[in-house]
């Protein structure tokens, strides 16, 4: 755990650009992960206006990442430990893994729509969190939290979620989450065009 050894890392600071390097391509393979895990939606035989949804959810997901730690991060940062770094990309991680299994398997019939609904919300929800904590990191004109930014994706995701859970069909669901990720991802591109 890098809490543990934040009194050696405040002796000798870590180069904050090689560490968010490694973790941003632990997170793009991440997100290889999740296109290999939605392939089987773009057989010719399953391939839908659901398959493209879904491909939607991802791609937005993973343009507000690359927003976020691409654009809007101050790369350029000296004494840190990092700690906080690692710790939110836990949240990106375990978001974006429940995301992949809750993709995969919303499709199936036998699959209990409640437990996947709720797999992927709650992991777009850690993905939202990291993605906010991550702010901290930003560029001076970027750096501190947009309230409006943070209230949006949270009532977006309660409405997608309520939504979800009244008609678990899977083209509402995708189309719910597909229509917030593009929603939420407009607005983080919003903050880098904004200023």
Aim: glycine residues 6%; positive net charge.
């Amino acid at each position: 755990m890098p809490s543990f050894t934040s009194k050696y890392t405040k002796k000798h600071p870590i180069i904050f650009s090689h560490l968010l390097e490694r973790l941003t391509l632990l997170i793009i393979i991440t997100f290889g992960e999740t296109i290999i895990g939605i392939a089987d939606c773009f057989k010719p035989n399953e391939f839908s206006i659901d398959s493209i949804l879904i491909f939607v959810i991802v791609a937005c997901l993973f343009f507000v990442y690359i927003t976020e730690f691409d654009h809007l991060i101050e790369e350029k940062k000296t004494g840190q430990t990092g700690n906080l770094l690692i710790y939110l990309h836990y949240f990106i991680l375990l978001g974006l893994s429940l995301i992949t299994v809750s993709l995969k398997f919303i499709s199936e019939k036998e699959a209990n729509s409640l437990f996947a609904i709720s797999c992927l919300y709650g992991g777009m929800f850690l993905f939202y969190v990291g993605i906010t904590i991550a702010v901290t990191y930003n560029k001076i004109q970027y750096n501190s939290i947009n309230k409006m930014n943070l209230t949006s994706w949270i009532i977006s995701l309660t409405i997608g979620y309520a939504i979800c859970l009244i008609n678990p069909s899977l083209f509402t669901i995708v189309l719910c989450s597909a229509i917030i990720s593009l929603f939420n991802a407009g607005m983080k591109v919003r903050i880098l065009y904004q200023n």
